[in-house]
């Protein structure tokens, strides 16, 4: 055992054993008495080796315990905290000993996914408790069970929002990367322009751009377009520095190959340069992915039609209606990574040659 | 017998100007490769044996002198693609199967009987079965390979190879440098060679250029007397051969090559 | 002459100069109709092509504001107020700074932190590297609101709530950066240190943090200047706490365009500012370690 899964363990038993005692003097749920006599007994540990899956299964059952006792008190007496706190310290004992098996072989590599799975799991089920336990304010930050009621109770409204939206986005994402990338080539002809305007480039890619947005619904009007244009705004300038930048990625022994056959621009363009620039186009989509969905809805913070995610999130946060907020957010960011996940899986496929694809940790 | 001139260089001189000064790469070379020869340029760095090939290819353009390549500028050379580069790299597309990077340049210059080529460039090289390997999947001795068949598939007489052994170690260098010889004999190419190693240059050649830097020159031109027919590894350690040697080394030697 | 085009300011003045050339073309088409609207209603006819011109550059409200009149906007609320009035940009500008330095602090600390808890740690790796990888997906900004809102209504506003924002921003870049550059020592050098038995502290004093320092400086660039905006954005929400944020907001509202430019440009050249700033932190801290250029 290393260090500190020794300090986890002796922790984990002795907060437990606290637990215990205090929960016995002051009204536990018979769950939570399973879980604290569990967890002491993990000590025995240090006598004869306990299964990594044992410190798993006591967490989730204590997960399962805390969420069942919830309803026994207003206010949460101590022991109960200290449950919670033992329970994390078991989620974590187990995702440190499962990370360490796997780094010792001892267990398949292909179990590595449980452990993010685990963390967000417990993150989720801490929120849970506490937003339920220590009664946090709704306006504050509501109880996922609570996100969820409102989610499904709200399907129509977040679908028609998401449409709304999503319409500035793919139609922004489209029309700014083709323009991003069309200027590059343009800069490439012309060694000018890429010494006069890449510099500006450069510069007014780290200003705010979404500071346009009250300018652009003044031109385009409160409808989609407006946004569209926001979001052409802010990806063109990642696509026009990042293409410019894979334009300039082949090196010189293969340019100087091109040259030995008389090729022409176009044909060393398509031939090498552009494959070439293949991973630097893509690492501009993905970050122009998630830049299109944030410029599409905090341009809609400034004025849309009734519709429309940013819309739904500025007016519902004015009624402090939290939970319907963190709905449109929870669309927006399974929205958000399914687009994100589309451009990795192309990328996938058309840069399969790349060393970072083949075989280093992405 | 007649002597056509492949390559004629006349008082030829390369100045690069750099932040630091002038750099005198080449100085005064007049130097003529003949077809069917197997020529090589041996030097240290910074003799111009690199620039001068890279001249010949149209990749540099000299300061001073004259050129001709085929009887044309070199730069005319290039556009009719009468030459094939070998460089010290692979400079394999990595996106492409060997059998597609054999056959780019046969897209660029509009072969179409591109298959049959690529098939019989691979053979030359002993890669026939790695047509749909991609170049990360082959050893290093391996992709230089498919280099050198990419640069056999199209139709140019001359052959210009840059150091392309120098990052294989030894054991693959003389496998390959035996391989090459075969390959000449069997193309009747002219084949202009860049080495740093002394043993490869006199092995391989029927001429050997010896150079030296600080200006980039010629000191001497070498012809081999070794027999231009089969040419087994064994013949290293023979008394002509090693005569040869230390007549390229007393060359190097008189050019300062072994001096800061 | 040749030399002057070859080098780099003069393409770039000469590209500046043709984009404002164009800003001065685009406002005069964009402020006609308007200008036509008012000329009719005042009823001038036949107003000669110059002075039409110069009319379309003295509007009020225009749907594009000449250049000239952005700068005056800007000269106005940088000097032509007290620093602390209501209608002074640099007022506003100080309270966005102050939110942006603050979240920028507290985000940059952050990532190191996480950073160098995931490199030494590889159930913390798994755990969190996915789940940090998977946020930079969420659109954070929208986020805005309800932090700023929330907290509010428990009574904590000001400049924390942007703070927040800013540092929730700026923290990704850093960690991802950070954990980069922690990891860039090769196995070679790794290995040399094991040879002198140093400790993980050790190691990362002298190996992993000197080797990360470039990084470090280039995820600042970019996490102070997203810095700015999270802290513009969480003004958006709360047009009592002042901002550049809230006069790009009430100008919106208002229709009062030249305001509206005005706040954008102090907001860039604001954030042009931090960065060159964080720029030449890099370029000190390269040029003590060596770094080529």
Redesign the interface.
Known sequence: MSRLQRILAVAAALVSALTLLLGLAGGISVPLVIFGVAGLLTVARFFTPVSLWIDGAVAAFGAWALLDGLELFDVEPLWFWLALVACWLFAWLFVERLARAIRAKAMPDALGIVIPVVFGLSLLFAWEVVTRGANVPQVLLPAPSMIWERLTASVPTLTADFVQTFKAVLAGFALGCSAGFVVAILVDRSPFLKRGLLPIGNFVSALPIIGIAPIMVMWFGFDWPSKAAVVVAMTFFPMLVNTVAGLNASSSIERDLMRTYAASYWETLFKLRLPAAAPFIFNALKINSTLALIGAIVAEFFGTPIVGMGFRISTEVGKLNIDLVWAEIAVAAVAGSAFYGVIALIERAVTFWHPSIRGGRT | MHLTSVVSAKGLGLTFKTGDGDVVALSDVNLDINRGEFVSFIGPSGCGKTTFLRVIADLEQPTSGTITVNGTSPADARVNRSYGYVFQAPALLPWRTIDRNVALPLEIMGYSDSAARVKKALELVNLTGFEKKFPWQLSGGMQQRASIARALAFDADLLLMDEPFGALDEIVRDHLNSELLKLWAATGKTIAFVTHSIPEAVYLSTKIVVMSPRPGRVTDVIDSPLPRGERPLEIRETPEFLALAARVRDGLRAGHSYEE | MRGL?E??TV??L???LA?VLFWYVMAAV?NAPWQTTLNTRAGLTDVPLFEFVAQTYAQDKP?LPAPHQVIGAIWNGLFGAAITAPRSLAFHASITLGATLLGFALGTALGVLLAVIIVH???S???????II?S???????????VV???G??GVTGLLPKALISMYLSFFPVVVGMVKGLRTPEPIQLDLMRTYNASPLQVFMKLRWPASVPILFASM??GI?IS??GA??GE??NSAGGGLGVR??T??YN?Q?IQ??A??FI??AL??IL?MLVGWGERLANRRMGVRA
């Open positions: 085009l080098g780099k393409p770039v000469i590209v500046l984009i964009m749907v740690n590889n159930a790796d798994r755990s969190l590297m996915p789940w998977a930079q997906t969420v659109p954070i900004l929208a986020i805005a609101p309800m809102v929330g907290l209504a428990v660039k970019v200047a700015l905006i513009v954005v958006l929400s790009l907001l100008g919106s229709g365009t509206i430019w706040a954008l907001a860039a954030a042009a960065v």
